[in-house]
C-alpha cells in the first residue's frame, strides 16, 4: 500500500519531465527568432507546471474519503447519541470486553439501561459494576449516580463507572469523587474507543450501526418499539408493539419519531 501511494507522487513529477523533454525540442525548433524561442519554451514549461498541479489535484482528490451522508462510517458524538439505548448498552459491554474483560449483565431497568459486571481475566466475581445512560440523556444528574452507588452496595462491589452519551451535572461528578465512581461522558467514550486498536474500533463502529441502531427497543419485550402519536396531545412517542398488554413507552427521547 506504501509503495502504490509513493508512486503517485512520481507519476507528476514523471509527466511534468515528459512535457518538459518533448516540448522544449520543438519550441525550440519550430520559432525562427531568438525571442520566438525564449516564448516557446517559456509556453513548455508553463504547460508542464499546470498539468503537473491538475495531476497533483487529481491525486489528492481520488485519495480524499468518500461523502458519509448516513453518518455512520465513523465516530462522532451525533451518531454516539442515535444508538438506542439497548444498542449503546451492547457497544459499552463490547468495549470492555475489547479491554480484556467478561461481561455479565446484572439487571436492566425499566426504562432502559442496565448494570453490567466487569470481570477482570483469572477472577470469578465481577470487580466493577457499569451502568449505561444512553440515547434518552443528555446531561446526567446525581440519580443514577445514587443508583450506581447502591448497586455497588448490593453486589459488594468496590468500583462503579456510569457511561453516558451525553454529559454529567457538577453534582453527579461532586457526588462521583468521594464514591469511587467514574464518569465517562460521550467525548471521553469515543476517545477510548479511539485509543483501541484500529480494528478493533472498527468491530465496534460495525457492531453500533448494524440494521436499525436507532429505533428503541422495548425494555419489558425485548423487541423494537414503534411510532405512535398520543391521542390527546398530539405528541409522538415510541410505544410497544405488544399494546395494550405491555404499555412502555418512550417520550421526549433525543431521537424521537419523526
Do not use: H
Not at 33 to 42: E, Q
Not at 81 to 101: T, V
Not at 120 to 137: E, H, L, M, R, T
Request: include cysteine; glycine fraction near 10%; hydrophobic fraction near 45%.
Amino acid at each position: 500500500m506504501r509503495e502504490r501511494l509513493g508512486s503517485e507522487p512520481r507519476i507528476v513529477r514523471a509527466l511534468f519531465a515528459a512535457i518538459l523533454v518533448l516540448g522544449f525540442p520543438i519550441a525550440i525548433a519550430l520559432p525562427q527568432d531568438l525571442n520566438g524561442k525564449i516564448y516557446a519554451s517559456g509556453a513548455v514549461a508553463l504547460i508542464a507546471a499546470a498539468a503537473a498541479i491538475l495531476a497533483a489535484a487529481l491525486v489528492r482528490r481520488r485519495k480524499e474519503p468518500a461523502e458519509d451522508p448516513s453518518g455512520t462510517g465513523r465516530w462522532s458524538l451525533e451518531l454516539l447519541r442515535r444508538l438506542e439505548w439497548r444498542r449503546f448498552e451492547e457497544l459499552c459491554a463490547a468495549y470492555y470486553e475489547a479491554l480484556g474483560f467478561t461481561t455479565t449483565q446484572a439487571r436492566s431497568g425499566a426504562n432502559g439501561g442496565a448494570d453490567i459486571g466487569l470481570v477482570a481475566a483469572g477472577a470469578d466475581k465481577p470487580s466493577s459494576v457499569i451502568q449505561c445512560k444512553g440515547w434518552s440523556v443528555y446531561t446526567v444528574g446525581i440519580k443514577p449516580v445514587r443508583e450506581l452507588r447502591a448497586a455497588m452496595a448490593a453486589a459488594g462491589v468496590p468500583q462503579g463507572v456510569v457511561v453516558a452519551c451525553g454529559t454529567f451535572t457538577s453534582e453527579a461528578k461532586e457526588f462521583s469523587r468521594g464514591e469511587n465512581i467514574q464518569l465517562v461522558d460521550g467525548g471521553e467514550l469515543l476517545r477510548k474507543i479511539g485509543a483501541l486498536a484500529p480494528e478493533q474500533g472498527q468491530a465496534l463502529l460495525r457492531l453500533a450501526t448494524a440494521g436499525d441502531f436507532s429505533t428503541p427497543t422495548c425494555p419489558a419485550c425485548g423487541i423494537k418499539m414503534t411510532a405512535r402519536t398520543s391521542s390527546t396531545e398530539g405528541r409522538k412517542f415510541w410505544g410497544c408493539l405488544n399494546y395494550p398488554r405491555c404499555k412502555r413507552t418512550f417520550f421526549g427521547a433525543s431521537n424521537a419519531p419523526a
